[in-house]
């Protein structure tokens, strides 16, 4: 059986802008803290006696691009328990026009989203468990697919393999980065607005187009590089760099504490 792949979430998670697809709605698909409050969703069920089924459709139809929707829970929730008013063509129309309106350009980071949304529709989720569970361990019970009922909203997972936050070390130092430049910062007293912890974080999305600890390893050094250019640019590190002392360890340095 043809499975939906990476390179086609890629695509769909651009073209969405990381909101939901119904009108109106305005949720992200993947949010700031890497929490996933979207879900891929099939616009004819993949399975027969789904919402809006179609045998006519090949396996490789049935998961390609054409074929899937991002939709917020909720919305994913009612297109689908209302299939006779959300047909086929108005689902496609609403891809369609979302699509138009929202999308973007594809970026590298956005290969890290789609494995995001692929780990999470095939995620295995266990409520209410006082025991061990077992996942791909010798003896324990395999399966394809698992689909277990949760009462929460949303899922939080970790940075996946690849990325910076997967990393526990280049995490650690980027974090270092980040509390050294507040520090600096912060303690500027000619400030006329009061201080934001978490701008930097967020101008570092907005530069790379995700939330630093989403990125791919591979950007790693450039993230680093723009977060001490930052530290380098507060007054109290150009008062210090006058006295000749320096305003933070460089990443070898840090590694070696």
Same mark, same amino acid.
């Given at each position: 059986?043809?499975?939906i792949? $990476?390179? %086609? ?7 969405s ?8 709605c305005?949720?992200? !698909?993947v ?5 996933v409050?979207?879900?891929? +969703?099939?616009?004819?069920?993949r399975?027969p006696?789904?919402p ?6 090949s $396996?490789?139809?049935r *998961?390609? #691009? /054409?074929?899937l929707?991002?939709? +917020? ?6 297109? =689908? /328990?209302?299939?006779? @008013?959300? %047909?086929? $063509? ?19 980071s $956005?290969?890290v989203?789609? *494995?995001?949304?692929? &780990?999470?529709?095939?995620? !295995? ?6 025991? *061990?569970?077992a @996942? ?5 019970i ?12 949303s ?9 910076i936050g997967? =990393?526990?070390?280049a ?12 520090? #600096?910062?912060?303690? &500027?007293?000619?400030?006329?607005s009061?201080f *934001?912890?978490?701008?930097i /974080?967020?101008?570092?999305e ?6 630093w ?5 591979e950007?790693f050094?450039?993230v ?10 507060t007054i ?6 006058a ?10 340095e840090? /590694? %070696?504490?």
């Amino acid at each position: 059986m043809a499975e939906i792949t $990476d390179k %086609t979430i890629k695509r769909l998670f651009a073209l969405s802008g990381n909101i939901c697809a119904f009108p109106g709605c305005g949720l992200p !698909i993947v949010d700031k803290a890497g929490t996933v409050t979207g879900e891929i +969703c099939h616009i004819t069920a993949r399975r027969p006696g789904g919402p809006r089924y179609d045998h006519s459709l090949s $396996d490789r139809d049935r *998961n390609g #691009f /054409s074929n899937l929707i991002l939709l +917020c829970a909720h919305h994913h929730k009612v297109v =689908d /328990s209302e299939h006779q @008013i959300y %047909t086929t $063509d108005t689902i496609q129309g609403m891809k369609s026009i979302h699509e138009k309106v929202a999308g973007r350009p594809e970026r590298a980071s $956005d290969m890290v989203f789609a *494995n995001i949304l692929l &780990n999470d529709m095939n995620r !295995i989720a266990v409520a209410q468990n006082t025991g *061990n569970v077992a @996942i791909n361990s010798p003896g324990a019970i395999q399966a394809h697919e698992v689909h277990i009922r949760t009462s929460r909203q949303s899922v939080k997972i970790n940075a996946p393999p690849g990325t910076i936050g997967f =990393d526990q070390e280049a995490s650690r130092y980027v974090q270092y980065l980040i509390e050294r430049y507040n520090k #600096f910062a912060s303690a &500027n007293r000619t400030r006329a607005s009061k201080f *934001n912890y978490g701008a930097i /974080s967020k101008n570092v999305e907005n530069n790379f187009g995700a939330p630093w600890r989403l990125l791919s390893i591979e950007e790693f050094e450039p993230v680093c590089q723009y977060l001490q250019k930052r530290i380098e640019r507060t007054i109290i590190a150009k008062t210090n760099a006058a006295r000749g002392e320096r305003a933070y360890s460089s990443y070898s340095e840090f /590694s %070696t504490r």
